[in-house]
């Protein structure tokens, strides 16, 4: 089978299985466990924004949560101030797809190196917290809708359904649409990384120079990859908005470094292992959460380190040798 | 007659050091041209300000007569030149024909990207390497398959920094018969070492010497000067003068 037909293959059993857990889900998890599934498929969506970015990329984001942070804000202020909250959701993506493109632009056209990039990134996020942190005022209010500092914006409006504003969805529904989402933008990844696009980002992680001198520009390639990074992290802070509510802990450090630890513990390079690894760790830190004498944090970096020295590459590409080791 | 490339008092500067230094050089369609020097003289300076990976301090680069100092490698490399670096420079984790292919893809579709840069790699006598990972590859292979991805385009100016660098006696060889075959439709430059592997391909030579061009005239003429050999052995020229017949 041709690398390019088993990408295809690949993304219409990403959407199979979409379609199948968006049905069944729904018919057996109770209100609270849909909604809690509903942040995990959020979750997830955030570390497969970073896979593209960092994996394929090669542009290791420290501040990915500055996107999932920019979404959710922007949904919940357009939602808050639109009649239908179906507006909101084109205005959620281009926020942030438009916040990476222009940070993007000053660090690829200005040449930054990779260092700096993280250093920047990392900056950009905390600036964010802290500026969305002492918003708390009633003078920091965008339309009809207060930012809220440190608490955020708890009122915000879940989706409707489209053209009937009056009619919110019901979290099953918003578990449907986050399913659709997760699986929609695997399989958008799948093919855009087979494309001639993708291979030349791919080839520009590879050897910068090289695709350089091939007539390649590596800048624009690192812009477009990072903005797509930047949009598909906006569609998970929406869904998490949809959830949970918007607060100034959507920027924050401990976003930006888990996200990072679930795709390292998935598998750089890869963009299955890092949804995976976004759930399991999810499940395994809520876990952590219930026992009383633990510190969850300590627990996600306890796994970290193992993580780095039992299976280096991740889990997705260690079960993969596994599997091929013991087909015949 | 316009020059296919050439350069107008190129001069690149490093704070106070002088690496290349009001440099004219002109090179016409189909000429095989030879940069050589020792160590130090400036030739890799001068590649990287030819390539656009150094914006030059002061002069042109000319393109068929068009200004094209300090455009970006890409730029550049989309102008029809084709460029090999010293130390190969290539996509590790594909396969070889994954990687020449791309350098034909940005101009033709998947298939036909496909058909020639096949046909590259056995012009060069690796087509049983083009399923092999280009990071596993001997350091010769690496050369050739990077060889490979430079003509496979067909561009109309071919740079070489070092093409030997690293291969056997049999590689060069092959690599300088190469180079001969190569000119008979593309311009070629070829920034070089190895005086035996010059004298191989025979052709129009430019001698750099701390940023500057000592000398400049055909292969027989410039290996026999005298200056060059000085340069070459590290004498400077006013020694050799002091020195009795």
């Given at each position: 089978m041709t690398e390019d037909r088993r990408a295809l293959l690949q993304a219409v059993l990403a959407l199979l299985a979409a379609g199948f857990a968006a049905w069944w889900l729904p018919q057996v998890l109770e209100l609270f466990a849909i909604i809690n599934a509903t942040v995990y498929v959020a979750m997830a969506l955030l570390a497969l924004s970073l896979a593209l970015v960092w994996g394929f990329g090669g542009i290791l984001c420290f501040g990915q949560a500055a996107f999932f942070g920019l979404g959710g804000y922007a949904y919940a202020v357009a939602a808050l101030n639109l009649p239908d909250t179906t507006y909101a959701i084109?205005?959620?993506?281009?926020?942030?797809?438009?916040?990476?493109?222009?940070?993007?632009?000053?660090?690829?056209?200005?040449?930054?190196?990779?260092?700096?990039?993280?250093?920047?990134?990392?900056?950009?996020?905390?600036?964010?917290?802290?500026?969305?942190?002492?918003?708390?005022?009633?003078?920091?209010?965008?339309?009809?809708?207060?930012?809220?500092?440190?608490?955020?914006?708890?009122?915000?409006?879940?989706?409707?359904?489209?053209?009937?504003?009056?009619?919110?969805?019901?979290?099953?529904?918003?578990?449907?649409?986050?399913?659709?989402?997760?699986?929609?933008?695997?399989?958008?990844?799948?093919?855009?990384?087979?494309?001639?696009?993708?291979?030349?980002?791919?080839?520009?992680?590879?050897?910068?120079?090289?695709?350089?001198?091939?007539?390649?520009?590596?800048?624009?390639?690192?812009?477009?990859?990072?903005?797509?990074?930047?949009?598909?992290?906006?569609?998970?802070?929406?869904?998490?908005?949809?959830?949970?509510?918007?607060?100034?802990?959507?920027?924050?450090?401990?976003?930006?470094?888990?996200?990072?630890?679930?795709?390292?513990?998935?598998?750089?390079?890869?963009?299955?292992?890092?949804?995976?690894?976004?759930?399991?760790?999810?499940?395994?830190?809520?876990?952590?959460?219930?026992?009383?004498?633990?510190?969850?944090?300590?627990?996600?970096?306890?796994?970290?380190?193992?993580?780095?020295?039992?299976?280096?590459?991740?889990?997705?590409?260690?079960?993969?040798?596994?599997?091929?080791?013991?087909?015949? | 007659m316009t020059a296919l490339l050439a350069t107008e008092g190129l001069t690149m500067r490093f704070g106070g050091v002088v690496a290349v230094d009001d440099v004219n050089l002109s090179v016409a369609e189909r000429e095989l041209r030879c940069l050589i020097g020792p160590n130090g003289a400036g030739k890799s300076t001068f590649f990287r300000c030819l390539t656009g990976q150094y914006r030059p301090t002061a002069g042109r680069i000319l393109w068929r007569g068009r200004d094209i100092t300090g455009l970006e490698p890409h730029a550049i490399a989309r102008l029809g030149i084709g460029i090999k670096t010293q130390v190969p420079s290539l996509f590790d984790g594909l396969t070889a024909l994954e990687g020449v292919t791309l350098a034909v893809r940005r101009k033709h579709g998947e298939r036909e990207a496909k058909r020639r840069a096949m046909a590259a790699l056995e012009r060069l006598g690796i087509g049983e390497l083009a399923e092999a990972q280009v990071?596993?590859?001997?350091?010769?292979?690496?050369?050739?398959?990077?060889?490979?991805?430079?003509?496979?385009?067909?561009?109309?100016?071919?740079?070489?920094?070092?093409?030997?660098?690293?291969?056997?006696?049999?590689?060069?060889?092959?690599?300088?018969?190469?180079?001969?075959?190569?000119?008979?439709?593309?311009?070629?430059?070829?920034?070089?070492?190895?005086?035996?592997?010059?004298?191989?391909?025979?052709?129009?030579?430019?001698?750099?010497?701390?940023?500057?061009?000592?000398?400049?005239?055909?292969?027989?003429?410039?290996?026999?000067?005298?200056?060059?050999?000085?340069?070459?052995?590290?004498?400077?020229p006013e020694a050799r003068m002091a020195v009795p017949a």
């Open positions: 084109p205005i959620a993506l281009g926020v942030p797809m438009l916040a990476a493109a222009a940070l993007g632009y000053v660090m690829f056209y200005g040449k930054v190196s990779d260092v700096y990039m993280g250093v920047i990134t990392l900056t950009v996020t905390l600036i964010l917290f802290n500026f969305i942190n002492s918003t708390a005022g009633d003078e920091w209010r965008i339309g009809a809708a207060p930012l809220g500092g440190f608490n955020g914006i708890p009122a915000t409006p879940p989706l409707n359904v489209p053209g009937d504003p009056g009619t919110a969805l019901a979290p099953e529904q918003i578990f449907v649409i986050a399913v659709a989402c997760l699986g929609g933008c695997y399989a958008v990844c799948k093919l855009v990384l087979r494309s001639h696009f993708g291979r030349v980002v791919v080839a520009i992680r590879e050897n910068e120079l090289r695709a350089a001198l091939l007539g390649y520009d590596v800048r624009f390639h690192k812009l477009a990859i990072f903005a797509i990074g930047g949009l598909m992290a906006g569609l998970a802070g929406m869904l998490f908005a949809n959830c949970v509510f918007v607060s100034p802990t959507m920027f924050s450090l401990a976003y930006s470094g888990q996200v990072i630890i679930w795709v390292m513990v998935g598998g750089v390079g890869t963009l299955l292992g890092p949804i995976i690894g976004a759930m399991l760790l999810q499940a395994l830190t809520a876990w952590a959460g219930t026992l009383p004498e633990v510190n969850p944090s300590l627990i996600l970096g306890l796994v970290l380190v193992v993580a780095v020295l039992a299976i280096p590459r991740g889990l997705q590409p260690t079960l993969a040798a596994l599997f091929r080791r013991r087909t015949p | 990071g596993l590859l001997a350091h010769g292979q690496r050369q050739l398959v990077e060889l490979a991805t430079v003509v496979a385009p067909e561009p109309d100016l071919i740079i070489l920094d070092e093409p030997t660098a690293g291969m056997s006696a049999e590689e060069t060889a092959g690599t300088a018969t190469l180079i001969r075959e190569m000119n008979r439709d593309h311009a070629v430059i070829v920034v070089e070492h190895d005086m035996q592997f010059i004298r191989a391909i025979a052709s129009g030579i430019t001698v750099f010497h701390q940023g500057r061009i000592l000398v400049e005239d055909c292969a027989e003429r410039v290996l026999a000067d005298p200056r060059v050999h000085d340069v070459y052995l590290g004498r400077p």
